[in-house]
T-cell receptor
Framework: QQQVKQSPQSLIVQKGGISIINCAYE??????FPWYQQFPGKGPALLIA?????SEKKEGRFTISFNKSAKQFSLHIMDSQPGDSATYFC????????????FGTGTRLLVSP | SQTIHQWPATLVQPVGSPLSLECTVE??????LYWYRQAAGRGLQLLFY??????ISSEVPQNLSASRPQDRQFILSSKKLLLSDSGFYLC????????????FGNGTRLTVT
């Protein structure tokens, strides 16, 4: 019940296209859903996050879509660029009490020029 | 501003040797501290977390231990490394605010030979 399932494992998108990464969770107590971006040899960095009281959050070219009833959330990268090539992790946690993020297994995104 | 320092960046150790990885956080007080391990295709696995000096919680039974001798210092150790301990180890911190994100260091790539 603590798992977060992420797909696909890898993704190749052409420059200018839309990248979509999906995640699903089981624990209905989760109320914080961040996405992290990781470049090779670096630690993950927070990209964007959403709480379940909204269905969508947009920051620049990055959008999180959240479906509470389906217990799913996704990251959309519009107008994907070669500089977006990285590994993306979804995560979930309960914000109340002790914060302990549960991560998905990651998606390696390659944006071809 | 807050920063996190993690060292060394890379480490090659023989099987059976001891391990000590260190992490320090600057610019914040009384953070929650975490050690994660990242293995290929397996996402980020939480190993240990700490809510204060001397307070360590273990998530996964293993060959590793953690200590927090000072408020902003977190150490990951092993008395005898196993081949299976190879991986990318990440220290992270979060401040005690409701909307605080989790911040990662740049990790240590450990290869046990």
């Amino acid at each position: 019940q603590q798992q977060v399932k992420q797909s696909p494992q890898s993704l190749i998108v052409q420059k200018g296209g839309i990248s979509i990464i999906n995640c699903a969770y089981e624990n209905t107590a989760f109320d914080y859903f961040p996405w992290y971006q990781q470049f090779p040899g670096k630690g993950p960095a927070l990209l964007i996050a959403i709480r379940p009281d909204v269905s969508e959050k947009k920051e620049g070219r990055f959008t999180i879509s959240f479906n509470k009833s389906a217990k799913q959330f996704s990251l959309h990268i519009m107008d994907s660029q070669p500089g977006d090539s990285a590994t993306y992790f979804c995560a979930a946690s309960m914000r109340s009490g002790f914060q302990k993020l549960v991560f998905g297994t990651g998606t390696r995104l390659l944006v071809s020029p | 501003s807050q920063t996190i320092h993690q060292w060394p960046a890379t480490l090659v150790q023989p099987v059976g040797s001891p391990l000590s990885l260190e992490c320090t956080v600057e610019g914040t007080s009384n953070p929650n501290l975490y050690w994660y391990r990242q293995a290929a295709g397996r996402g980020l696995q939480l190993l240990f977390y700490s809510v204060g000096i001397g307070q360590i919680s273990s998530e996964v039974p293993q060959n590793l231990s953690a200590s927090r001798p000072q408020d902003r210092q977190f150490i990951l150790s092993s008395k005898k490394l196993l081949l299976s301990d190879s991986g990318f180890y990440l220290c992270a911190w979060i401040s005690r605010g409701y909307n605080s994100p989790l911040h990662f260091g740049n990790g240590t790539r450990l290869t046990v030979t």
